[in-house]
């Protein structure tokens, strides 16, 4: 599934400010639409979205559609794409089974795979901005750049998309410090 993961870069350039965000994105058909995160995405201008395959190639995308409720955007590049993803079925996960991560860990890291379990279903995550509901909880390390990059099955069916981690507050502060506490889309929202 590998060749299916791109890295998607926000060219930020609106209102004084300008730099770069990026995050992780999988190709799902042979016309070329990807599915990654809102959060990804948003505040992007036209053309000022890059994808970077797994070949070193780039494109521009175009957003097809984008949902900041759900956090999901639909991308759009006129590329030969002759890998893609196949999806799964969410509502057959069960807690305890192996996943994988694939994403662009830090924006430099391409593809990296990390490896956990499926640690809870049906959670609600909240924070500033925030409200998820029905999230697929997972200890695969998920690292800043892995936002909207497939979490997979051993069959490797994307079977959600991942999209955020808490890691508490800070433990001089007095606050819990957590780790391992990933969460994805369950492919079925999606």
Do not use: C
């Amino acid at each position: 599934i590998s060749p299916a993961v791109v890295t998607v870069v926000n060219k930020l350039g609106t209102q004084g400010y300008s730099g770069e965000a990026s995050g992780s994105g999988v190709i799902i058909d042979g016309t070329g639409r990807i599915l990654t995160n809102n959060h990804v995405i948003e505040g992007a201008a036209e053309g000022n979205l890059q994808v970077i395959f797994d070949t070193g190639d780039t494109a521009t995308a175009t957003v097809l559609g984008a949902d900041p409720i759900s956090d999901l955007a639909v991308l759009k590049v006129d590329h030969p794409t002759t890998t893609f993803a196949k999806l799964g079925d969410s509502s057959k996960l069960k807690v305890g089974e192996t996943v994988v991560a694939i994403g662009s860990a830090l924006g430099d890291f391409k593809n990296t795979v990390t490896v956990g379990v499926i640690s809870g279903l049906n959670r609600v995550v909240n924070g500033p901005g925030i409200s998820l509901e029905n999230m697929i909880q997972t200890d695969a390390a998920i690292n800043h750049g892995n936002s909207g990059g497939p979490l997979i099955n051993l069959s490797g069916e994307v079977i959600g998309l991942n999209t955020a981690v808490v890691r508490g507050g800070a433990a001089a502060d007095g606050g819990d410090v957590a780790e391992g506490l990933g969460f994805a889309i369950p492919i079925n929202t999606v």
